[in-house]
C-alpha cells in the first residue's frame, strides 16, 4: 500500500503552530480528505496540539509529518513521496497518522489543569480525540506521534467531548 507523506519544519517562534494548522489544512485537499470533514478539524487541532507542545516546551526546531494511507497518485505529489506502510511509522490501511520530532530528549509529561489554568491540557486532548497516540525516543530527540482511524464516526466519538477539560471525577450529562 502507497502512503503519502509530507512535512515542514517548524521553528520555535509560536507563530509556527499557525503556519503549521494552515499548511496542514493545506494538505488536507490531497489527500483525499474534505475540509468539511470532522475527521478534518480533529486533524488540526491535534496538528495544533502537538506542535504547541514541541514550541512551548522544547524551545527548539521541529518537523510535523503527516502521513496519509492509499492516496491515489501519491507518487507524484508535489513535496512529499509516497512511501511503504512500515517505513510510515507503522501507518495501517485507513489509519491517518501525524508526527512532531523534536531534538529534545525530554520526554512528553502529562499535566492535570485546574480549572482556571490556561495551559496543561495538551495531551489530555489527544489522548481524548486519538485513537492511539504514543511517544519515543529517536535519534538525539524524540518523536510524539497520534494516529486517527478513517471511516464511520463511532458511537462513542461524540460523548468524548462531554467533560474533556472537567476533573476525571466530574460527571456530565445528568449521569
Not at 80 to 107: K, N, W
Not at 151 to 157: F, I, S, Y
Not at 159 to 167: K, Q, S, T, V, Y
Amino acid at each position: 500500500m502507497q502512503v503519502l507523506q509530507v512535512q515542514m519544519e517548524v521553528g520555535v517562534d509560536p507563530a509556527e503552530v499557525g503556519r503549521a494548522r494552515r499548511w496542514a489544512r493545506s494538505r488536507l485537499a490531497g489527500s483525499g480528505i474534505g475540509l468539511d470533514e470532522p475527521l478534518a478539524e480533529t486533524l488540526i487541532l491535534l496538528i495544533s496540539e502537538l506542535v504547541t507542545n514541541a514550541v512551548v516546551h522544547t524551545g527548539r526546531p521541529a518537523v510535523l509529518r503527516m502521513f496519509f494511507p492509499g492516496v491515489p497518485g501519491a507518487a507524484g505529489a508535489t513535496g512529499a513521496s509516497a512511501v511503504a506502510g512500515p517505513a510510515a511509522g507503522g501507518c495501517g490501511a485507513g489509519t491517518v497518522r501525524v508526527e512532531v520530532v523534536d531534538i529534545s530528549t525530554r520526554p512528553p509529561r502529562r499535566r492535570c489543569a485546574r480549572g482556571d489554568e490556561t495551559g496543561g491540557r495538551g495531551l489530555e486532548l489527544v489522548d481524548g480525540l486519538a485513537d492511539r497516540w504514543g511517544w519515543q525516543q529517536e535519534g538525539s530527540g524524540k518523536r510524539i506521534w497520534c494516529e486517527i482511524d478513517r471511516g464511520p464516526v463511532p458511537a462513542r466519538t461524540l460523548p468524548r467531548w462531554n467533560g474533556a477539560f472537567e476533573p476525571q471525577h466530574a460527571l456530565t450529562n445528568g449521569a
